[in-house]
């Protein structure tokens, strides 16, 4: 079931007025019927995969308790390894058995030998990258004595399963969601409202911005070899904002919707393509996954903290653990790396956080030094973001190839003006709202009939830009 589906605008009314009307009187009521509505709505796409779901739930419950009670080290680091071992474990069979047989074969291969290894046809279940990441943090920090574990197993299924962000996150600390599921919820109309406009504009960016640019992206990388150097940056372009639409509006929509039911996300993006170098966009890109990679893995290797050997193994081992969860295949692999290798000079030279603060700050517009910054790593990001979108990397060292030639300088044979004009609107909207948790957090301070008639142009443009609909990227992950 989508967001920007027919079955989802009937589904999550019906879930609101039930949740509200009839489980508004006890935690239990509340729990189950989030519980319930997260089933069916990850059961919409393919039921049988829920009992991978309520499985990993029970596995990490049971060990949680466990935890609590276990005082000797040794069982108590035990326990933690059959939770890793079984979460990653349906994580590596299902996404990744595959592309480790292909790549074995390929290497015998390599080396003038046969080897005859028959892969499986193998449904990818949606979401369980996410899943996965957020009913580790739970054991871990059981594990680490950060959380005390829950007893409430209904509480527990419904943070699991909590049908917003279940797919395509944020993927939520075990310490910020599930607290939430043990305290009954009020209905407070100002976050409803909130929730609403945050979900609006999410829609927007994915109906609107991602799914537009989807459809020149495709176009133009399906058919690289026909296009000259500005239609393929043309093409870079178009999947940069597809990919940030998409995602950013997805998580704009969970975080709304989850406001609706009383729920409280955390943020996960922060205006990224706005960042004056990579370490900032990576703080703040997909905020839920880089700071679960720092935390759990990044932090635990040693960190910064050695010398320069150990900061550059570290850099490159969660750059490129982080381009392996996006996908079975060595684009993503090329993609960490090469962003590990933007982010070393500046880890290096102890320039890393440098640009913590605003962009612009209190002002209308950046100094030039701003801009050339942004423009910068705008483009290292656009040419990292050719790997991600190739279908293997030899195509994207070719894309990469055919781009810088002298026809970069010609007349792009794709220029969608109507398209480009909605991109640079979006834009401007993120600039003047890029101080907000999302762009039009704070539009309070127009007056209610302009508030709605922008409101109202919004809606306008999403069902007049509607095209083909789109699945959101992140579901393959």
């Keep these: 079931m989508l967001f920007n589906s027919i079955e989802f605008f009937i589904f999550l009314p019906i879930v609101f007025a039930i949740y509200w009307l009839i489980g508004n009187k006890r935690i239990k009521h509340q729990n189950l019927l989030i519980a319930i509505a997260s089933y069916v ?19 990490d419950y049971t060990i949680g308790l466990k935890l609590k009670s276990e005082e000797k080290p040794s069982k108590r680091k035990a326990l933690l390894w059959v939770s890793i071992c ?5 994580l590596g069979f299902f996404k990744y058995y595959n592309f480790f047989v292909d790549s074995l074969v390929d290497s015998f291969t390599f080396f003038g030998s046969e080897l005859s290894i028959n892969t499986l046809n193998i449904i990818l279940p949606v979401g369980i990258s996410f899943y996965t990441f957020q009913t580790l943090s739970y054991t871990i920090d059981v594990y680490n004595k950060k959380l005390e574990p829950t007893k409430d197993f209904l509480a527990f299924m419904a943070f699991v399963s909590f049908f917003p962000q279940l797919v395509a996150g944020p993927i939520e600390r075990a310490t910020n969601l599930l607290p939430q599921f043990h305290v009954k919820r009020e209905f407070v109309y100002k976050n409803a409202v909130d929730g609403l406009r945050q979900a609006l504009w999410g829609l927007f960016k994915k109906v609107v911005i991602a799914d537009n640019c989807a459809t020149y992206a495709n176009i133009i990388f399906n058919n690289q070899e026909d296009y000259s150097g500005s239609t393929l940056l043309m093409g870079a372009f178009f999947f940069a904002f597809q990919i940030y639409g998409d995602f950013s509006g997805y998580s704009d929509i969970a975080i709304g919707i989850s406001r609706l039911f009383g729920f409280n996300l955390k943020r996960n993006f922060a205006f990224p393509y706005f960042s004056r170098d990579i370490a900032e966009f990576w703080r703040r890109w997909h905020i839920s996954l880089s700071t679960w990679f720092r935390d759990y893995l ?5 960190g910064s903290r050695g010398g320069t050997k150990m900061k550059v193994r570290n850099t490159f081992i969660i750059f490129i653990v982080s381009g392996f969860w996006h996908g079975a295949n060595w684009t993503f692999v090329v993609w960490g790396a090469l962003n590990a290798i933007y982010f070393l000079p500046l880890l290096l030279l102890n ?25 910068t790593t705008f483009f290292i990001t656009l040419i990292a973001w050719i790997f991600f979108r190739a279908d293997n990397v030899t195509n994207a060292f070719i894309y990469i190839k055919d781009m810088f030639t002298t026809s970069l300088f010609t007349t792009p044979e794709i220029f969608p003006l109507t398209i480009l004009g909605l991109v640079a609107f979006f834009t401007f909207i993120e600039w003047l709202g890029r101080s907000g948790e999302y762009a039009i957090e704070k539009v309070d301070f127009m007056k209610r009939p302009v508030r709605w008639c922008f409101y109202f142009l919004l809606v306008v443009l999403i069902f007049s830009f509607t095209g083909e609909q789109q699945e959101f990227i992140y579901f393959q992950f």
Excluded: C, H
């Design 41 to 59: 709505f990850y059961g919409w796409w393919d039921w049988r995969f829920l009992f991978l779901i309520l499985f990993s739930s029970l596995v």
């Design 86 to 90: 079984v979460n990653l474990g349906f």
């Design 298 to 302: 990044y932090i635990p290797l040693g």
């Design 351 to 375: 320039k890393n956080r440098v640009n913590t603060n605003l962009v612009a700050e209190g002002k209308y517009l950046p100094t030039i030094r701003e801009v050339f910054q942004m423009t």
